[in-house]
């Protein structure tokens, strides 16, 4: 087991490839009476086309098949496993983002027992014909829950405006009709050749011994049966950089508007250490033109353009990236036209060096803060992890980003013909 030290946050990571390819990584938080796992595999919504385990055709799976097998797999033939983890004094619960699915537990108690339904569960699947068609209905509820919610819905209707072919304007959950086409043999299709050991990474935060619980994991993985680690061949149609439809209303049962702007990123297919200086500039740069302490900022909130719930974020995963920024308002249009005159003034002046080194302060302590949530941190590692980054080092990144940095990525990123427009108005 390999140990790694990183002093500038007084953290020691612990970690081990298993012969199965599965990567294990144990951080132990003394001070912590509560214990975060995560089962994490590198698979989620966007993966709907790959050439499965054991053929050389590509296949072409329904849109939400990823968010139907995380609902799957807590069911087995004889019980329920959230059961199982309630009676083991732990709460346990799944999500399934664009590019991975994560099963995880917290616990005070049994951290081993718990551990090991985890990794049993999850790697013991039970589908059957008649389970999938009842669980077609109950998913189909959800995704019309979500229909119902205008920030989702405006979320959304942003990503559909930027992308044409990329399957990140798919709805992680699929639409009622794609999911009526999945079958067992396809989940189990999916199931072997995503969920192999060697494309997933569990980790474990909190109060433990690493040498006992990764003594328990190798026993535990040494009792089962697996193909040869392998690498999966995944496949996106090609994307246009402009974004496909400049505008867009939806129509819903609100009161308030609500006005989401966003910029689609062009230069996408980063890894590692470029994407991780991206992120974090483009992140940077949010703060500089839109934080609270911001003049822009102030201008929107006595504009009444905005309210509270304003917002920004920017993502970026292997394959694409956007930036995105909203608000409820009474006044949608004129919102979404002076966040674009923002942008370009602030793309035509020179940027406040003194600006800039306060807001990489505030970005580096609310890392810093954050670094005390362990739901944070097993979370967020993984991500890091499954793009060639690690969690750790996100404040050195910052410490290091530069003012030339930020201005280039300015005129590059928040580019007219990148900009869109999604608004949920009220009903007339």
Same mark, same amino acid.
């Not at 609902?71 to 199982?84: A, C, G, I, P, Y």
């Not at 346990?92 to 664009?98: D, H, I, L, R, V």
């Not at 302590?365 to 992890?385: C, D, K």
């Given at each position: 087991?390999?140990?790694?030290?990183?002093?500038?946050?007084?953290?020691?990571?612990?970690?081990?490839?298993?012969?199965?390819?599965?990567? $294990?990584?144990?951080?132990?938080?003394?001070?912590?009476?509560?214990?975060?796992?995560?089962?994490?595999?590198?698979?989620?919504?966007?993966?709907?086309?790959?050439?499965?385990?054991?053929?050389?055709?590509?296949?072409?799976?329904?849109?939400?098949?990823?968010?139907?097998?995380?609902?799957?797999?807590?069911?087995?033939?004889?019980?329920? $496993?959230?059961?199982?983890?309630?009676?083991?004094?732990?709460?346990?619960?799944?999500?399934?983002?664009?590019?991975?699915? +994560?099963?995880?537990?917290?616990?005070?108690?049994?951290?081993?027992?718990?551990?090991?339904?985890?990794?049993?569960?999850?790697?013991?699947?039970?589908?059957?014909?008649?389970?999938?068609?009842?669980?077609?209905?109950?998913?189909?509820?959800?995704?019309?829950?979500?229909?119902?919610? @205008?920030?989702?819905?405006?979320?959304?209707?942003?990503?559909?405006?930027?992308?044409?072919?990329?399957?990140?304007?798919?709805?992680?959950?699929?639409? $009622?009709?794609?999911?009526?086409?999945?079958?067992?043999?396809?989940?189990?299709?999916?199931?072997?050749?995503?969920?192999?050991?060697?494309?997933?990474?569990?980790?474990?935060?909190?109060?433990?011994?690493?040498?006992?619980?990764?003594?328990?994991?190798?026993?535990?993985? +040494?009792?089962?049966?697996?193909?040869?680690?392998?690498?999966?061949?995944?496949?996106?149609?090609?994307?246009?950089?402009?974004?496909?439809?400049?505008?867009?209303?939806?129509?819903?049962?609100?009161?308030?508007?609500?006005?989401?702007?966003?910029?689609?990123? +062009?230069?996408?297919?980063?890894?590692?250490?470029?994407?991780?200086?991206?992120?974090?500039?483009?992140?940077?740069?949010?703060?500089?033109?839109?934080?609270?302490?911001?003049?822009?900022?102030?201008?929107?909130?006595?504009?009444?353009?905005?309210?509270?719930?304003?917002?920004?974020?920017?993502?970026?995963?292997?394959?694409?990236?956007?930036?995105?920024?909203?608000?409820?308002?009474?006044? @949608?249009?004129?919102?979404?036209?002076?966040?674009?005159?923002?942008?370009?003034?602030?793309?035509?002046?020179?940027?406040?060096?003194?600006?800039?080194?306060?807001?990489?302060?505030?970005?580096?302590?609310?890392?810093?803060?954050?670094?005390?949530?362990?739901?944070?941190?097993?979370?967020?590692?993984?991500?890091?992890?499954?793009?060639?980054?690690?969690?750790?080092?996100?404040?050195?990144?910052?410490?290091?980003?530069?003012?030339?940095?930020?201005?280039?990525?300015?005129?590059?990123?928040?580019?007219?013909?990148?900009?869109?427009?999604?608004?949920?108005?009220?009903?007339?």
């Amino acid at each position: 087991m390999e140990s790694t030290s990183f002093e500038h946050v007084g953290e020691t990571v612990f970690s081990k490839k298993l012969d199965n390819g599965l990567q $294990v990584v144990i951080l132990p938080k003394q001070e912590f009476n509560k214990t975060f796992a995560t089962f994490t595999t590198n698979y989620g919504s966007i993966d709907n086309q790959f050439v499965p385990i054991g053929k050389k055709e590509k296949a072409h799976v329904p849109d939400g098949i990823a968010h139907f097998l995380e609902h799957k797999l807590f069911e087995k033939e004889d019980r329920d $496993v959230f059961q199982d983890f309630s009676k083991q004094g732990a709460s346990a619960n799944a999500f399934t983002s664009f590019t991975r699915t +994560a099963y995880l537990f917290s616990t005070t108690q049994d951290v081993s027992k718990n551990l090991l339904t985890l990794l049993d569960f999850v790697q013991s699947p039970y589908f059957t014909e008649e389970t999938v068609e009842k669980e077609k209905g109950i998913i189909g509820q959800e995704i019309r829950m979500y229909d119902d919610n @205008p920030d989702w819905r405006g979320y959304f209707g942003m990503i559909e405006n930027m992308y044409k072919n990329h399957p990140v304007k798919i709805d992680i959950a699929g639409t $009622v009709d794609s999911i009526a086409n999945i079958t067992k043999d396809m989940l189990y299709e999916c199931y072997e050749t995503f969920y192999h050991p060697s494309n997933m990474l569990l980790f474990i935060v909190g109060p433990i011994d690493e040498e006992k619980i990764i003594s328990l994991i190798e026993e535990n993985q +040494a009792k089962k049966t697996f193909a040869q680690p392998f690498d999966i061949q995944r496949f996106h149609d090609p994307e246009p950089h402009d974004v496909v439809q400049k505008t867009k209303k939806i129509p819903m049962a609100i009161q308030t508007p609500k006005s989401f702007v966003g910029f689609k990123e +062009a230069n996408v297919n980063r890894y590692g250490e470029e994407l991780f200086k991206h992120e974090l500039t483009i992140n940077v740069l949010l703060d500089m033109m839109f934080g609270q302490s911001t003049s822009q900022y102030e201008e929107l909130y006595n504009r009444g353009l905005i309210d509270t719930s304003f917002f920004y974020d920017y993502t970026e995963e292997n394959s694409f990236g956007f930036s995105v920024i909203g608000s409820n308002s009474e006044n @949608p249009d004129e919102l979404a036209e002076t966040l674009f005159n923002m942008v370009n003034q602030f793309k035509n002046k020179s940027l406040n060096n003194t600006e800039f080194m306060r807001i990489k302060r505030k970005k580096i302590g609310s890392v810093l803060r954050a670094l005390n949530s362990l739901e944070f941190i097993a979370n967020e590692y993984t991500r890091y992890q499954f793009n060639g980054m690690n969690l750790f080092d996100v404040t050195k990144v910052i410490e290091n980003l530069t003012i030339s940095d930020i201005e280039s990525s300015l005129h590059q990123h928040f580019d007219e013909q990148s900009f869109t427009v999604c608004q949920v108005m009220p009903q007339t």
